[in-house]
């Protein structure tokens, strides 16, 4: 968005735009619910994917929902174990680690969203080389 200057201040002022995701009532550390605004299953099914395929150890759910289809929201919802799970069978079904080791909600988001931006630049990398293999493959026939 363009900077414009502030009459009053020497510093430009860049616009935002409105907030589009939001915590719901009730939330704390380890369980919350976030709704989206202008978003629907395409955000949904793979932010939900992302976080819960990755972070299994510490996050016990993650479910998203379309309250109405009339509406252009959907609701996001993560609860984590506050510790960490452990895969190791002797030490089943939870063992303490430190706070910093384990997630909270926010994190769970934060990370699920940094992996899904990666994962979109792989694809975007390997579709632009598809494409010129396909397009180098047609100039010479």
Not at 104 to 117: H, I, P, Q, S, T
Request: proline share 6%; charged share 20%.
């Amino acid at each position: 968005m363009p900077a414009q200057m502030d009459p009053t201040q020497q510093q430009p002022s860049i616009e935002t735009g409105p907030q589009r995701i939001r915590v719901l009532p009730g939330a704390s550390d380890t369980a919350a619910s976030f709704q989206f605004d202008q978003e629907d299953h395409t955000l949904g099914n793979a932010l939900r994917y992302m976080i819960m395929k990755k972070y299994d150890l510490y996050v016990e759910l993650c479910g998203y929902s379309i309250p109405h289809p009339s509406e252009a929201k959907m609701n996001l919802r993560i609860q984590t174990y506050g510790t960490r799970m452990s895969s190791a069978p002797d030490l089943w079904p939870c063992t303490q680690v430190s706070a910093t080791e384990g997630t909270n909600v926010y994190d769970a988001l934060e990370k699920g969203f940094d992996d899904l931006m990666d994962l979109c630049d792989v694809v975007t990398i390997k579709f632009a080389a598809a494409r010129t293999d396909f397009a180098g493959s047609m100039d010479t026939r």
